[in-house]
Each structure stands twice: as structure tokens, then as C-alpha cells.
């Protein structure tokens, strides 16, 4: 089935900067009566979400994500009908449920129940089919013993728990999450990643926040980048959150980084760490070069063996590389040391163009290892390795790996393909 669910066209939303539209106390209306005398600079005004256009067919689970202020939160308050688009409009065909991070949209003086059947009944539902579903969501949410507790006595995270499993268990048609995996314990985060996959295998659609790229990644087939308030990128979900994951670290990307002093019970601690392409601190490599780590140390007592591991991870999550000298039986030093310099000589790179973070552990014995995540960024960038103009395909994988091609007949010898060797050494180096 391949209805159309969702249609967005042309929608923006300005705000008067400063100003919180909505949700205003009395207390707020009144203290805003006296302070804003005529100071408000007319103009100041900021577009949270700007020419928006897209549309989402039925069953698609879709992940909006961006830089923190990027539009999203406004997006599905549009889309909630939570607040009016300043232009354009948005077209939504069946029941929506929202978990929005306005709030959970309780009453904080009703107990949880009173809340589940106040939210059913704002959704639309008869008293009997929430009655029906009333026990699947209490033991959903975990918080049967508070159940007829105010809800001005939840704990955030138990608030958002209650929240998530009425609108997730009320068969909304279109259900809009903002961010709720943030309040969750672990366990329960994992939870709503299930329960949001039976959704959207139900047939019904699912538009999802969210800052946790794996979740995002888990749970979408498509995503949306938005980008100061603008359609950045849209598409299949690995090529938004990798579009997303370049830009972050396009401006981070950095050949050596300082790390700051660890941990009391760190015996051995990592100082700085540096990416080396062919011999020099470099954090823009191409495929084929010559790529080696260097990582200075520290240790409160002599050591000879330092056990070191890196991992080089891509901008899609996947990992690349994953080494250490754990078990390796790699050079000593010939007397133990307070301090020096390890390198890890990597050989030729081979990495398809993309964006890279490596991230580091030492120790002296698996139990007091320094850790380093995601430190350093490097960017490997496109090469003409067959000096034909094609380039690699870098979205089908991230290891650029030589193969020789032969063509063999039925009893006949096996013929090499003649193929111009790969250049892969940078010309003058
Ligand atoms: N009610 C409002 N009044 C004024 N400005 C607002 C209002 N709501 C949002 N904004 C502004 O609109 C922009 C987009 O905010 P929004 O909350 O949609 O971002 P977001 O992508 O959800 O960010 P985050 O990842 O931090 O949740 C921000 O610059 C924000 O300051
Ligand atoms: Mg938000």
C-alpha cells in the first residue's frame, strides 16, 4: 500500500525571537506586561523551519534529525497542530498521537489513570476501548504502584514512560515522538524502539526525533536532515545520518588532539594522539596512503609493555578497523618507562572516501584502561585510483580492496585480466 499520509507543503514557522509563544502562566502574561514597554525590537524575528516540503506514505517510520535549535521539536508541533505554520500547511490523514517534548501533555494534579482516560478520550477513543487497552499500558509503562499517584509526583523519567506507552498503546495511526528516549533508562529505550517497530509493522506511520543516531538508524527506512530550520537531506536513512555525520565533523577534523588528564585511577594515560599520512600530521588522507597513529603516554610506574587499541569507525557507524597489541607479541621497551611515544603503523590505507573517527584505549592490564572516544576526525577524500575518471563507489562500502580479475574458460587456462596497476601512491611522494 502506498497511501500518502503525510503531506507537507511550502510550511515555515517564524518566531519573534525570545518570545515563548505558548504555555504562558498568568504570571508569565502579567511580569511580560510590564517589562516589554515598547523595548522589543520590532524586527527580531527567526525562521524555525522554512519551506519545509515532504510527504511520508503509510507505515513509513521516518527519523528527523539535526544540530540542536535546527527545527525539528517545530516541525511536529506543526505537524501537531500544537502551533500554526506562518505559511504553508500540512495535510494529515488518520488519528495522531504525540509525545512532544512540550511536556507529556498530562494533567499534573490527575492521577496516572485519570490520565490515561483523559489522553484516550482526547484522541478520540471510547471509554470501553480504553478500558481495553488499560492494563497492557500500565504494565508497559512499569508504574503500576503509582498508578493513582498525582502525576506532579513522577519522576521525569516515569512521566515519559506513562506518556510513551498511552500514546504508543491508544492505535494512533500517525504517532509524532520528540526525544523521549533521552528521559529512559537503557532497558526502557530499548523498549520503545520495539514498540515503535510493531507500530510501523502494523501499517501505521511513525515520524521520530531523535539525537541517538543508532536508534534513528534501528528504527527509520527514511530520515530527514534539517539544517537551520531548512530541508538539508532526505532519503534512505544511512544517507541522512551519514550526510549529517560528515558536516558535524567536516569542522572537527583534526591530526593531533590534546587529551586532558584522566581519571585518578588511570596508572597509564594517553597525553595526545595524531593521525600521520605518509610521515607528517595530517588529518585529509586519500586512499593508499601511508596512514600511522601516534599516541603519547604517560605512566605513574615504569612500564615496558603498554597495551594500545584503536578503533576507526565512519560516519555511518560502521566499524572499520579494530586493533590492539593485546595478544600480539609487539615490541618491548628494553627498560621500563615513565612516559613515550607509541606508533601504529596502519600500511596503506585502505579507506573509500567518507569522514572517519578513531577513538583509543590504553592500559597496563585490561582492568585500568584510559579511554578516548571518537577524538580524532579525518576525512579520506576521492582518487581516481584506476586513473580512468571513475571514482570508487564510497556508499557501498568503506574498504577500498584490490581484487585481480580472471576469466577462465571450460578447460582452458585461467587468463589475467590486464589491468593498469592502481595508482595509489600520491605523484611526488
Ligand atoms: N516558542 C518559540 N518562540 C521563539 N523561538 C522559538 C520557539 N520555539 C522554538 N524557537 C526557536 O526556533 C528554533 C528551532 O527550535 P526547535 O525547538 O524546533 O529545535 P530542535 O531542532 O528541536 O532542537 P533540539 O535538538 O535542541 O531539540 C530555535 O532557534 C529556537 O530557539
Ligand atoms: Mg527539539
New binding site residues.
Partial sequence: MTDTVIRVEGIGKR????????YRALRDVLSNAFRSNGRRKPKDF?W??RDVSFEVKQGEVVGLI??????????LKLLARITRPTVGHAELHGRIASLL?VGTGFHPELTGRENIFLSGAILGMSKAEIVRKFDEIVAFSEVERFIDTPLKHYSSGMGMRLAFAVAAHLEPEILLVD?VLSVGDVLFQQKCIGKMQDISRGGRTVLF?S?NLGAVRTLCGTGIL?RD?IVATSGPIDTVTAAYMDALWQGTNSHTVTIPKPPERCNVWMESVSILCNGEPNSILETGDHMSLQIKFRSREPIQKPIIGYLIRSSRGENAVNANNYFLPSANYPKPVTQGTIICDLGDLPLMAGSYSVSFWLCRNPHEQHHVEDVLHFSVEEKDIWGNGALPTKSLSCLWWPTQFRFQRTNEPIRTLELPAPRLSRPGR
Fill in positions: 518566531y519573534r525571537v525570545g518570545q515563548r509563544e505558548s527567526i524555525a523551519v539535526g544540530r540542536n535549535g535546527a527545527g525539528k521539536s517545530t516541525l517534548e526525544e526525533v539525537h534539517l530550520g
